[in-house]
């Protein structure tokens, strides 16, 4: 898996996190195939990657359209003859108290961050299970482990991605095929942006220490390199998990007190 010229597939890679993550695999020298719904931003990409050298592919698809999903990874196994690793990490927030975020917000982003990861193991498996190889990684969040207030229906998709990549990593036990996810903090990326136009003025910004989604990317490839169950790139974040499974009363009152601050 760590050996050059290792095919690496990333969902949502026309910015942010997995713009990041094509160009940290890249340096270590793996072949890219990105896929995101914004062509000219993943073209500019294949450019750069090209000119250090390196291949990449890029599919325009929606991951929240399983046939869209299924058409990337064919299209990269097709190009390159495998897939060795799958980055699930598509996603959108949409922000709002769980009383005034309409039932539409919570399909969505069902569809979007649960679903199209679930299309995503899917369509990989069925390459990876040929030679029983692979790696997976599905990009969660801290808040799929505690949801905060005002983001209930992103930390539930969230949430759901986690049990997911749990019950399919035991599934798997046994094969060469690891699953794992990944937990960022708040990373400066576009998704604020994103999340504040889609919310229709409902509001709940992010809180907590702030980290880069090149430190995301990192965590990513030293994951691939070591794998874990879950990768925290701001590794303090652990200390969150462990506090609210043991006295989640406590990490309620932290939260309420931090929102309205
Ligand atoms: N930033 C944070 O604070 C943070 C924290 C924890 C976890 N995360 C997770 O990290 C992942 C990446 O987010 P980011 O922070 O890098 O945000 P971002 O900069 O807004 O990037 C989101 C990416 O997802 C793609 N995307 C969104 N909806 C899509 C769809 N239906 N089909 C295909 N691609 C879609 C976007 O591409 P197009 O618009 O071109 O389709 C873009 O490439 C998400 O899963 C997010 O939940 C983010």
Redesign the pocket.
């Known amino acids: 898996m760590n050996s050059p010229g290792c095919v690496v597939a990333v969902?949502?890679?026309?910015?942010?996190?997995?713009f990041a993550a094509a160009r940290a695999f890249s340096r270590e020298g793996a072949q890219l195939a990105v896929?995101?719904?914004?062509r000219d931003?993943l073209d500019a990409l294949v450019k750069e990657i090209e000119v250090s050298r390196g291949k990449a592919l890029a599919v325009e698809?929606?991951?929240?359209v399983e046939a869209d999903v299924h058409r990337f990874v064919d299209e990269t196994v097709t190009m390159y003859g495998r897939i060795d690793v799958m980055i699930n990490?598509?996603?959108?927030?949409i922000r709002g108290r769980v009383e005034e975020t309409p039932p539409a917000d919570f399909e969505r982003l069902m569809k979007?961050?649960f679903m199209?990861t679930v299309y995503g193991c899917q369509a990989a498996l069925k390459h990876m299970r040929v030679r029983n190889e692979g790696v997976i990684l599905n990009?969660s969040?801290?808040v799929g482990h505690r949801a905060l207030p005002g983001g209930s229906a992103y930390g539930a998709s969230?949430a759901a991605q986690i049990s997911l990549t749990e019950a399919l990593r035991v599934e798997l036990q046994g094969t060469g095929i690891l699953v794992m996810s990944v937990h960022?903090?708040?990373?400066q990326?576009?998704?604020s942006a994103?999340a504040l136009k889609e919310s229709g003025g409902r509001t709940g910004a992010?809180v907590g220490p702030v980290q880069t989604?090149e430190q995301v990317a990192e965590a990513m490839v030293r994951a691939v390199r070591r794998p874990r169950p879950e990768v925290h790139p701001y590794p303090m974040a652990r200390g969150l998990v462990a506090l609210n499974a043991i006295f989640p009363s406590l990490v309620d009152r932290w939260a309420g007190r931090a929102r309205k601050s």
């Open positions: 969902t949502g890679a026309s910015s942010g996190i997995g896929a995101a719904r914004r931003r698809a929606d991951v929240s990490n598509a996603g959108l927030g979007t961050n199209g990009v969040s801290i969230k960022p903090i708040a990373t990326t576009e998704f994103v992010p989604a």
